[in-house]
């Protein structure tokens, strides 16, 4: 399913920008590696864990 530019599909549910679903909800996002080929060698540099995530009902 493609989405609009300033849509990101986030499935981190432990991340504060999580949206509970499976938007990201952070008004910037970066990702690296800059020498990645593949996609398991990347990473969201936005991360940041949620200390709360235990709380939070969990959506699938």
């Given at each position: 399913?493609?989405?609009?530019?300033?849509?990101?599909?986030?499935?981190?549910k432990?991340?504060?920008?999580?949206?509970?679903?499976?938007?990201?909800?952070?008004?910037?996002?970066?990702?690296?590696?800059?020498?990645?080929?593949?996609?398991?060698?990347?990473?969201?540099?936005?991360?940041?864990?949620?200390?709360?995530?235990?709380?939070?009902?969990?959506?699938?």
């Amino acid at each position: 399913m493609k989405k609009a530019a300033n849509e990101i599909i986030c499935f981190a549910k432990n991340c504060v920008y999580h949206s509970g679903v499976s938007d990201c909800t952070a008004a910037a996002v970066e990702v690296g590696c800059a020498t990645a080929c593949r996609c398991g060698e990347t990473q969201c540099s936005t991360f940041r864990l949620d200390r709360d995530v235990k709380a939070k009902p969990q959506t699938f």
